[in-house]
């Protein structure tokens, strides 16, 4: 089973693993790889979701995303527990 096609049911050319990672390379920080982050924050599994991304990256990226609270308070847990300031 494809884990992309929970995040991008949507979009079937973004369930293509390959075409995804040269997308997110291409387009490092700007408002397409924001808006694919968006969506593995909303509709991802964590450990789906920090494959593609760091927790720190994640961090630096949350406040300008536009999350349903229930996501927002989730990932600001997530990096709150498991985020660079609170590695042992």
């Known amino acids: 089973m494809n884990y992309l096609n929970a995040v991008f049911w949507d979009y079937p ?5 390959d075409h995804l990672k ?3 390379l291409e ?4 408002r397409i790889y924001l808006w694919i982050l968006n969506r ?5 599994r964590v450990v789906d979701t920090i494959s593609y ?4 990256e994640i961090s630096r990226h949350l406040p300008k995303l536009k999350l349903t609270p229930y996501t927002d308070k989730k990932w600001k847990r997530i ?3 498991y985020g660079p ?4």
């Open 22 to 24: 040269k997308t997110l």
């Open 40 to 44: 593995f924050l909303e509709y991802g």
């Open 53 to 56: 991304f760091k927790i720190d």
């Open 27 to 30: 387009n490092k920080n700007n």
């Open 85 to 88: 300031s609170h590695r042992r």
């Open 79 to 81: 990096i709150e527990v």
């Open 13 to 17: 050319r973004w369930t293509d693993v």
